[in-house]
């Protein structure tokens, strides 16, 4: 496998909520997807400074200290993740991403499928 097919290869998956955590990471791994999932914004950050650029984000929005929104813009803000594709999973129906932080937003409950899609549009799959 080339660096780039391991890089696409493993989300970051970033929810407070342990249940929803599990829940989507059994189903990306189910997929194919090689999961890391974190609690909180702050220990997502410090995995990609660690493990490296992740294929995909998918964020939350609603998490601890640190904001999904938050955590996007740290990521577009450095030259590594700027392009790594950020799906947002969120409970308000009427988010609006005017910085276009996102190249997704999903609301709560998250259909699997339209997941699934979506996830593979973004990494070009």
Known sequence: MSATDAESAWVLLVDDHEDGRELLGEFLSFNG???????????A???????????????????????????????RGETKTASVPILAV??????????????AVLVKPVVLPDLAAVLKRAIGG
């Open 45 to 75: 950050l410090e995995l990609v400074a660690k493990r490296g650029r992740p294929g995909v984000v998918i964020t939350d929005l609603s998490l601890g200290l640190m904001s999904g929104s938050e955590l996007a813009r740290k990521l």
């Open 90 to 103: 969120t409970g308000h129906a009427g988010f609006d991403d005017p910085e276009r932080l996102f190249t």
């Open 33 to 43: 997807y090689q999961v890391e999932g974190c609690a909180s914004g702050e220990d």
